[in-house]
């Protein structure tokens, strides 16, 4: 079995936390239309995106949604994520399943459909058993450890 299903699973027991800045919920946009390219499968997306997305590293972390990743051409590893994950949600049968998994070692974003989707390094098949995972989420809810969750309730005090 593959070393990150283990993470997934027992998140099913972790607090389930609404995410999404209420400035950020407007309509939902569909990407492969923005595009102007419709992608039969989650592979051609993956492709498309670590073809014609740059990496740039940001001074300040501010998460982009997929319109503005598309428009800059260019993003940090969750904002790829975050654009990656949403092409995903418009092809797949079961897009709950589309998960973005965001590490604290090293501060990283990946895509989890079936395995790892990292634009930012393809070939990236396993994850690294030193890395921690800080949360995860889909298009409906962000899943956490009950103590990231509690260190996260006493930094907003």
Same mark, same amino acid.
């Given at each position: 079995?593959?070393?990150?299903?283990?993470?997934?699973?027992a998140?099913?027991?972790?607090?389930?936390v609404?995410?999404v800045e209420?400035s950020?919920?407007?309509t939902?946009?569909? #990407?492969?239309?923005?595009?102007?390219?419709?992608f039969?499968?989650v $592979?051609d997306?993956?492709?498309? &995106? !670590?073809?014609?997305? /740059?990496?740039?590293?940001?001074d300040k972390d501010y998460?982009?949604t997929p319109?503005e990743?598309?428009?800059?051409?260019?993003?940090d590893?969750e904002d790829?994520?975050i654009l990656?994950?949403?092409?995903f949600?418009q092809? #797949?049968?079961?897009?709950w399943?589309?998960?973005v998994?965001?590490? $604290?070692?090293?501060?990283?974003? &990946? !895509?989890v459909?079936? /395995?790892?989707?990292?634009?930012?390094?393809?070939?990236l098949?396993?994850i690294?058993?030193?890395w921690r995972?800080?949360y995860a989420?889909n298009?409906?809810?962000?899943?956490?450890?009950?103590a990231?969750f509690?260190r996260w309730?006493?930094?907003?005090r």
């Amino acid at each position: 079995m593959l070393g990150w299903l283990h993470e997934l699973w027992a998140m099913r027991h972790f607090k389930r936390v609404k995410i999404v800045e209420p400035s950020k919920r407007d309509t939902a946009i569909n #990407v492969s239309k923005l595009i102007g390219k419709p992608f039969p499968t989650v $592979e051609d997306a993956f492709n498309w &995106v !670590v073809a014609h997305i /740059r990496y740039v590293r940001e001074d300040k972390d501010y998460w982009q949604t997929p319109f503005e990743t598309l428009m800059r051409m260019a993003g940090d590893c969750e904002d790829g994520a975050i654009l990656l994950a949403s092409l995903f949600k418009q092809i #797949v049968k079961e897009p709950w399943k589309v998960f973005v998994v965001v590490y $604290e070692r090293p501060a990283h974003a &990946v !895509v989890v459909y079936g /395995r790892i989707w990292d634009w930012t390094n393809p070939n990236l098949k396993k994850i690294p058993s030193d890395w921690r995972c800080l949360y995860a989420f889909n298009f409906r809810h962000a899943y956490t450890t009950k103590a990231n969750f509690e260190r996260w309730l006493k930094c907003r005090r």
